[in-house]
């Protein structure tokens, strides 16, 4: 599964660089008129019929307000898509909450959390609809160094987040890739950074990923409906 992926602060999506959030600029692309976040995921359902859409919404991972209005906003205009949303939830209260007024996927990334345990308690409630950011930048792990060693800790699906190749045409990580991969048994792995275009696609897939987090190959028009039809798996009927 190709999932486009929107970034958003402060109302707005942004280019991810390298995970220097701090610098992040409004988004400018072929693909939409503006950096607002309807006019973006239009342009890229323009692209392909996506069935998921993954949202980080970087004000709120970073303590800086929270985009529950424009997500809310996104869900109404296009009630096709899947939303998979990382807002830096880590506590369990919080968790539940948002599983309870939303119908996407919450996705919790490692970066923000202390208590490797929360993904224990919260697989009881509605595992399901959760999904774990392993999240690296350069050669560390960033969150408990327990949650990478125990992987009877990790749900179902598990998304490999390599901050500093976002946005940066480097390729993706395929060795953590294979590593976490080979480690996570029958969970579903998904890539996140790096992705450069079609071949990179079809090296993913014939190594068992089942599914990348693409953003900067889409704007750049180096991954387009070809590139994507070659490698999805369509859905079931």
Known sequence: RIIPVIDLKAGRVVHARRGDRANYLPIVSPLCRS???PDVVAGLL????????YIADLSAIEGEGRHDADIA????????LQLWVDCGLTDDRACRDWL????GTLVIGSEAMDDPELLRRLHD?????????????????LGP?????????????????????????AGPDFVRLDEIRNRAGSREVFAAGGVRGG?????LARRGLAGVLVASALHDRRIGRAE???????PAD
Do not use: H, K
């Open 145 to 169: 160094a327990r949650l990478l060693a125990e992987p009877d800790l990790w749900p179902s699906r598990v998304i490999v987040m390599t901050l500093s190749r976002v946005g940066s045409d």
């Open 46 to 53: 323009d692209v392909y019929p996506f069935e998921i859409l």
């Open 199 to 203: 071949e990179d696609l079809s090296e």
């Open 100 to 103: 309870e007024r939303n119908a």
């Open 73 to 80: 906003d996104l869900q109404r205009r296009f009630p096709q």
């Open 228 to 234: 994507i039809a070659a490698v999805e798996t369509p």
């Open 125 to 141: 409630v509605s595992e399901d609809r959760l999904a774990l950011s392993l999240d690296f930048r350069n050669d560390g792990f």
């Open 35 to 37: 950096s607002s976040p």
